[in-house]
């Protein structure tokens, strides 16, 4: 019995030990098996690799294994129901949050791209060469980026009578025209001021201001100098020396403005040349007329002698006409003398004449004032009529 017990026993041993024994085999077998059958992934999570053995069905099972959550602007190479493959290579990248702020207006965006111009081209955000940019267009994007874009516009501005549509983004008129490379001078004027704000409607007036010198060469006139010359005939007049003009150079500072001139100030006067003087021999010869009884000159005779009022003139007083001519179209600037003027209804015009202290003369002339028994004698100067003075003398009528 004992025998039998003890057979029993070492039976049962021997049973447990090989039911183990195939416990274990079964074990190593099926760790085995589970581990050749996953599938080799590399995840690249943002430039970080990551190589991994995995029973994932998806991509989406893959990337929540490893704690990535994928989110609606991320950029994945797989669609995250993509079953998984062995030796895939998964890349993900996060979106960076980033803040655009267009004149002050702010909207928010995500993105994977890598430089800021490539998200703006991404989101569709056009920025011409007149806008202003926080960041560079090739900056690299971070995560939480802010971009400021101020956007351009135009400004017409008066330059010099000229208009011009600049460019600006906004800021002082003096900004602006740094913008523009526009430059004023010392003189040059502009409104508004050059520390005022700008706007799409403020008007700019730039008024260019320019000082020159202008020389310019002026005549001067002679002096006419007078001699008296006791050899020739009273009032007859003599040029001794012609009389030469001066020149005289005037500096002038010329002010203009936009192109045009405004002002202009004598700074500088020089004399080029001396004038020289005029000189003019003036006679004073007097030619004596003979009072003696007259007698007729050939076959003229006497016809009537009268006594009359007399008075003198010339053609060059004020109350003449200036053009030297008589009634009867004589010409008195040629022939001064050997005139007299007369009332016609009492001696008719053409008649000859001998008057007293005058001498020989015809009627060629009427005057205003010459009315009846009155006579006007014409004298070759104002100073001699002036000097004839008013006299009672005879006047003999020839035939």
């Avoid at 493959?85 to 267009?102: G, L």
């Avoid at 004023?184 to 001021?193: A, F, G, H, Q, V």
């Avoid at 008296?228 to 002010?255: A, C, H, Q, R, W």
């Avoid at 001519?325 to 053409?350: C, E, F, H, M, W």
Wanted: glycine share 8%.
């Amino acid at each position: 019995m004992n025998l039998i017990s003890k057979l029993l026993s070492v039976i049962r041993n021997n049973m447990v030990k090989s039911v183990v024994s195939v416990a274990i085999v079964l074990v190593i077998v099926s760790v085995v098996t589970y581990e050749v059958t996953k599938a080799q992934v590399t995840v690249i999570n943002n430039g970080e690799v990551t190589t991994l053995r995995t029973h994932a069905y998806t991509v989406g099972d893959v990337l929540a294994d490893i704690g990535i959550e994928v989110e609606e602007f991320d950029k994945l190479s797989y669609s995250i129901k993509e079953p998984v493959k062995s030796d895939m290579e998964i890349k993900y990248e996060k979106a960076k949050p980033v803040v655009v702020a267009i004149n002050g207006e702010e909207k928010q965006y995500y993105s994977t791209e890598k430089t800021v111009g490539e998200f703006l081209d991404e989101q569709g955000i056009e920025v011409s060469s007149y806008d202003e940019v926080s960041l560079d267009e090739g900056a690299a994007l971070e995560s939480n980026a802010e971009i400021k874009i101020k956007r351009g516009y135009q400004v017409t501005i008066n330059d010099g009578g000229e208009e011009k549509d600049l460019w600006t983004t906004g800021g002082t008129v003096a900004d602006l025209l740094k913008e523009n490379d526009v430059t004023l001078s010392e003189l040059d004027r502009i409104t508004p001021k050059k520390t005022e704000k700008v706007d799409k409607d403020t008007d700019i007036t730039i008024t260019r201001v320019e000082k020159v010198t202008d020389v310019v060469e002026e005549t001067v006139d002679y002096p006419t100098v007078t001699r008296s010359d006791n050899s020739i005939g009273k009032g007859v007049k003599k040029v001794l020396e012609p009389g030469e003009e001066g020149i005289v150079s005037k500096s002038y500072e010329v002010t203009l403005e936009n192109g045009k001139e405004v002002s202009r100030e004598l700074i500088k006067e020089e004399v080029k040349k001396e004038s020289k003087k005029r000189i003019v021999a003036v006679g004073t010869k007097i030619k004596q007329l003979s009072a003696s009884k007259p007698v007729s000159r050939g076959d003229d005779k006497v016809v009537k002698t009268m006594y009359m009022e007399a008075t003198a003139y010339n053609w060059n007083c004020k109350t003449c006409s200036g053009s030297g001519l008589t009634r009867t179209g004589y010409n008195l600037k040629q022939n001064p003398n050997g005139v007299i003027a007369v009332d016609p209804s009492v001696i008719p015009l053409g008649t000859k004449v001998w008057v007293e202290g005058y001498g020989y003369a015809v009627a060629r002339d009427t005057g205003g004032n010459i009315k009846g028994n009155r006579i006007d004698v014409h004298l070759p100067t104002l100073s001699e009529a002036a000097r004839f003075g008013k006299k009672t003398v005879q006047v003999k009528i020839l035939e």
